[in-house]
């Protein structure tokens, strides 16, 4: 019997350890692949590079010609200063944040359970293909996840004492996720309003701690007060004239999809799983009398306050967005996406051992191959565009892009020694103007602009068109620029097809050479 129980001890042992190294398998596989990609900026990156750039004076008012709060922006333009701004270099601050994310996942899971599930927990944040893809992106969106995490951190520790330090932080967390993202400000009202709820339910010392929270999170918003002009200016004349508002249904695909890490089969089938994991999370509870796993709502007050936070926060923004017309993107879901990480994590934990460990070690495999297939392809086609120009091209070159959304990246890419127009301002297209955007593109005629440009242009030197049309508010108005360059240049050579399978930002490139 003693060699029996010892044998058990052992396997137990064994099953352990291997857990702990699958675990930190994907902890260590997030961290490098936060740091992988070498391929060009897309549009986005490229636009959130150029805002860097600018100075603290004029990035406010730059600001007011884009459409988003300063925070990320200074940020990122600290990190260029120490840095560089090379591709590498601003990609960079996405993965270091994103290497912050799995941290602060591991120290906010811990408040509430176990080391073992707070490695789970970890690891899945680590490994997800929503986490890495934006880890490798110049945008703002890891940088919300680690305020979000800090945020609920920081709440949890409030609730819990009445120090005004874990208070104080936590309306710090508030504050800079009301300057990073818009969406945060449905994130702010949904928790105030659970805050309310809380403080008419309760009593005596706990009634004047939540009265008190509720003062800092009102406190919070004193900073976005400031940027309520630049706000208010953005919301009338920037919106988001690039697409158009989805129904509820593709809110919640758009979701799945992001999580997932695309559109591919693998990615389907961690979205498939994330959801099983979730719902596992949610609707399973531990009875409290025999420790005995059951169906039905979980106990865990934590996590519920977590997931109805997260869900009001969604619904309230894809409510707006549907309201108002305004585009919504798979990429807002990173308000619900740490529940669901949280969600997912002790979700595994309620399976068996041998169980747990297996669907872990699937799931982590399945993020893997979704992850490498993603970031495996070039997100923008200029990158293919740029090797023909710079390898045909000559210097003093004319390269128009059309629309002026393909043009941030070209600038980037492409060498200086070449003159940029970007229809329909045929100014150089550093960076996308969204000021009235889809007004002004109404109103542009193709064959007017056609004729400035040719007026501009050197007749001796290439014109190298890099355009596409399906852009939102363009209509076909790309393809009729082009055959307006076509009567008065002849038809032009196209040396590259727009391949929107294998690129996020496809283009075509035609070539009007001069010497023809």
Not at 470 to 497: H, P, Y
Request: with cysteine; charged share 20%.
């Amino acid at each position: 019997m003693y060699g029996y129980d010892l044998l058990v001890t052992e396997k137990l042992d064994l099953q352990q350890s291997m857990f702990w190294v699958v675990a930190m398998m994907g902890i260590l596989f997030g961290a490098i692949f936060n740091f992988l990609p070498m391929t060009p900026l897309w549009l986005d990156e490229a636009q959130s590079a150029s805002l860097a750039g600018e100075g603290i004076s004029s990035l406010f008012d730059a600001l007011r010609h884009d459409g988003h709060p300063p925070l990320y922006y200074f940020l990122l333009g600290i990190w260029a200063d120490l840095f560089g701004d090379s591709d590498f270099a601003l990609r960079a601050f996405s993965g270091f944040l994103s290497c912050l994310v799995i941290l602060m996942t591991w120290f906010t899971f811990r408040m509430h359970m176990g080391k073992r599930e707070s490695l789970v927990a970890a690891s899945l944040i680590a490994a997800s293909p929503f986490s890495i893809r934006y880890a490798t992106e110049v945008r703002m969106y890891s940088l919300l996840i680690f305020l979000l995490l800090c945020t609920y951190l920081n709440f949890y520790r409030a609730t819990q004492n009445s120090k005004s330090k874990s208070k104080f932080l936590y309306a710090l967390g508030l504050a800079c996720l009301l300057l990073t993202h818009y969406w945060s400000l449905f994130f702010v009202l949904v928790v105030i309003i659970s805050l309310l709820t809380k403080a008419k339910r309760s009593s005596g010392e706990e009634n004047k701690n939540y009265k008190s929270l509720i003062a800092w999170s009102v406190g919070a918003c004193i900073p976005f007060i400031f940027w309520l002009p630049v706000f208010f200016e953005q919301l009338e004349h920037t919106g988001t004239p690039w697409s158009k508002a989805p129904r509820p249904t593709v809110v919640l695909a758009l979701t799945l999809e992001a999580f997932g890490g695309g559109k591919g089969s693998e990615a389907l089938l961690v979205a498939v799983a994330l959801s099983l994991l979730v719902a596992l999370g949610i609707f399973t509870r531990i009875n409290e009398t025999d420790s005995e796993l059951k169906v039905g709502l979980n106990e865990l007050s934590w996590l519920k306050q977590i997931c109805l936070i997260s869900t009001c926060t969604m619904l309230l923004g894809g409510t707006v967005s549907l309201l108002t017309d305004t585009a919504f993107q798979g990429r807002y879901g990173v308000f619900f996406f740490p529940f669901t990480v949280f969600a997912s994590a002790v979700g595994l934990s309620r399976l068996p051992p041998k169980a747990s460990l297996l669907l872990l070690t699937v799931f982590l495999l399945l993020c893997s191959v979704s992850v490498a297939r993603e970031l495996s392809r070039d997100r923008t086609q200029l990158g293919e565009i740029a090797d023909v120009v710079i390898s045909e091209g000559k210097k003093g070159d004319t390269v128009v892009f059309c629309p002026d959304q393909l043009a941030p990246a070209g600038n980037r890419i492409l060498d200086k020694k070449y003159e940029f127009f970007a229809y329909p301002s045929l100014e150089g297209g550093e960076r996308i103007d969204w000021y009235d955007y889809k007004e002004r593109n109404l109103n542009s005629s193709p064959p007017l602009l056609a004729q400035e440009l040719l007026a501009r242009h050197d007749g001796g030197q290439n014109i190298w068109l890099v355009w596409i049309d399906g852009f939102e508010s363009f209509d076909k108005q790309c393809s009729s620029f082009r055959s307006e360059l076509n009567k008065q240049l002849g038809a032009g050579e196209t040396l590259v097809n727009a391949d929107g399978d294998e690129y996020y930002n496809p283009a075509n490139l035609v070539r009007y050479d001069s010497n023809k």
